[in-house]
């Protein structure tokens, strides 16, 4: 037997639409967090910079580790009870935040913070993906991933907010409330019948290379976020703050327009344009004279990149068995946790030679993501087992 959706017709779509509240809702708790943590590990707390950093390791190496397994469970027993048990996880660890048990305390809640953050997405990725028509999936993937997005952005913005205006408790009550309205969402919602799950591998063989070309694009990400504003100073241009924003622009403008592309086009020569486009606007802003020549890199790159994610994913999808996918998309989705974490060492360490060498790697591993994409196209999909 195999997961399959209880609805159909044209309720797939309203179901879909819960999914995506239900992930907004949850990241902007998630969000809300981040700008509160430094000042809190280093004011209150007595930590250093590298508890800081810890703090955020901790969680993205429990998702890392999370979802595959969390992946196996929404296969096995269905999305929606282990999507709730996501949120109430999350709630749990919104609350833990505002017990006063020091450091080891605020870093055992950043551990199930990531486990929580493995469990929601991924649990959600399996139902969107068992929901979607198969010619939209890559389209219904990509607005999945933006309410994501779209949570980690607005988290940041309103628990800076709130701490500056209520203090500290004001944020903790966020990310222990908004998990439980995401139950509440999640709770209305039909889910898909309980199926047969393949075994919980961290790295499905239909992951690999799709992965590899994820993880490689991050590389960029890392490079804009981390290195733009002081690659733009550096150049004596400035401005670096509206680049992020401009990226931002393009990332979600081009996602809802042309959201459709890897359907109808397939994932390769999706993946070769925009791995090629991440890698031009990087280097135009590597080698930017002017505001508006970097300008354009990022908007060039932001449309490159946010199509890169649900044509990798659809590439997964459609090489993987129907009663692997969970475990594929999760550890799928891993490699996205991986890039970042290698980029932020490899990055840090570039930059000691110049910031602008930052940008020209991050467009060389772009158009190697290009390169493995297109290879991955080409890779037979395994044979189907026997059960």
Same mark, same amino acid.
């Given at each position: 037997?195999?997961?399959?959706?209880?609805?159909?017709?044209?309720? %797939?779509?309203?179901?879909?639409?819960?999914?995506?509240?239900?992930?907004?809702?949850?990241?902007?708790?998630?969000?809300?967090?981040?700008?509160?943590?430094? *000042?809190?590990?280093? &004011?209150?707390?007595?930590?250093?910079?590298?508890?800081?950093?810890?703090?955020?390791?901790?969680?993205?190496?429990?998702?890392?580790?999370?979802?595959? #397994?969390?992946?196996?469970?929404?296969?096995?027993?269905?999305?929606?009870?282990?999507?709730?048990?996501?949120?109430?996880?999350? $709630?749990?660890?919104?609350?833990? #935040?505002?017990?006063?048990?020091?450091?080891?305390?605020?870093?055992?809640?950043?551990?199930?913070?990531?486990?929580?953050?493995?469990?929601?997405?991924?649990?959600?990725?399996?139902?969107?993906?068992?929901?979607?028509?198969?010619?939209?999936?890559?389209?219904?993937?990509?607005?999945?991933?933006?309410?994501?997005?779209?949570?980690?952005?607005?988290?940041?913005?309103?628990?800076?907010?709130?701490?500056?205006?209520?203090?500290? !408790? =004001?944020? %903790?009550?966020?990310?222990?409330?908004?998990?439980? =309205?995401?139950?509440?969402?999640?709770?209305?919602?039909?889910?898909?019948?309980?199926?047969?799950?393949?075994?919980?591998?961290?790295?499905?063989?239909?992951?690999?290379? *799709?992965?590899?070309?994820?993880?490689?694009?991050?590389?960029?990400?890392?490079?804009?976020?981390?290195?733009?504003?002081?690659?733009?100073?550096?150049?004596?241009?400035?401005?670096?703050?509206?680049?992020?924003?401009?990226?931002?622009?393009? @990332?979600?403008?081009?996602?809802?327009?042309?959201?459709?592309? *890897?359907?109808?086009?397939? !994932?390769?020569?999706?993946?070769?344009?925009?791995? /090629?486009?991440?890698?031009?606007?990087?280097? /135009?802003?590597?080698?930017?004279?002017?505001? %508006?020549?970097?300008?354009?890199?990022?908007?060039?790159?932001?449309?490159?990149?946010?199509?890169?994610?649900?044509?990798?994913?659809?590439?997964?999808?459609?090489?993987?068995?129907?009663? &692997?996918?969970?475990? =594929?998309?999760?550890? #799928?989705?891993?490699? %996205?946790? /991986?890039?970042? +974490? $290698?980029?932020?060492?490899?990055?840090? =360490?570039?930059?000691?030679?110049? @910031?602008?060498?930052?940008?020209?790697?991050?467009?060389?591993?772009?158009?190697?993501?290009?390169?493995? +994409?297109?290879?991955?196209?080409?890779?037979?999909?395994?044979?189907?087992?026997?059960?």
């Amino acid at each position: 037997m195999t997961a399959a959706p209880t609805t159909t017709g044209p309720r %797939w779509g309203v179901v879909v639409g819960g999914l995506l509240v239900t992930l907004l809702i949850v990241f902007v708790a998630f969000g809300a967090v981040v700008p509160v943590l430094p *000042p809190l590990v280093l &004011d209150r707390l007595a930590g250093s910079q590298f508890t800081v950093g810890l703090t955020f390791a901790l969680s993205g190496i429990a998702a890392l580790l999370g979802r595959p #397994y969390a992946g196996r469970l929404a296969q096995r027993y269905g999305s929606r009870p282990v999507m709730a048990a996501g949120c109430v996880l999350a $709630a749990l660890v919104g609350a833990a #935040y505002a017990v006063p048990a020091g450091l080891p305390g605020l870093l055992a809640a950043r551990v199930l913070m990531g486990l929580a953050e493995a469990v929601v997405f991924t649990a959600g990725s399996v139902w969107v993906v068992a929901l979607a028509p198969t010619h939209r999936r890559a389209e219904i993937v990509g607005y999945y991933g933006l309410a994501m997005w779209g949570g980690w952005t607005l988290g940041p913005v309103v628990g800076h907010l709130l701490r500056t205006g209520a203090g500290y !408790p =004001a944020v %903790w009550t966020l990310a222990a409330l908004a998990p439980l =309205a995401a139950v509440a969402v999640v709770a209305t919602l039909p889910g898909t019948a309980p199926g047969e799950a393949g075994p919980a591998r961290l790295l499905p063989r239909p992951v690999v290379l *799709p992965g590899t070309a994820l993880a490689l694009s991050a590389f960029g990400y890392a490079a804009l976020t981390g290195f733009v504003a002081l690659h733009l100073a550096d150049r004596g241009i400035g401005h670096g703050a509206v680049l992020l924003s401009l990226f931002g622009a393009a @990332y979600v403008v081009v996602r809802l327009v042309f959201g459709r592309l *890897p359907d109808r086009l397939g !994932p390769r020569p999706v993946v070769v344009f925009c791995g /090629l486009a991440e890698a031009a606007g990087l280097l /135009l802003i590597a080698l930017a004279p002017t505001f %508006w020549v970097a300008a354009l890199g990022a908007l060039v790159m932001g449309g490159g990149f946010t199509l890169l994610y649900p044509a990798l994913a659809l590439l997964v999808i459609r090489r993987s068995p129907e009663r &692997d996918r969970g475990v =594929a998309l999760g550890a #799928y989705t891993s490699f %996205w946790d /991986l890039g970042l +974490g $290698a980029a932020g060492l490899v990055t840090g =360490a570039v930059a000691m030679i110049g @910031y602008g060498w930052v940008f020209l790697l991050a467009a060389g591993l772009a158009a190697a993501t290009a390169a493995v +994409g297109a290879f991955a196209t080409t890779m037979r999909a395994p044979a189907p087992q026997r059960v």
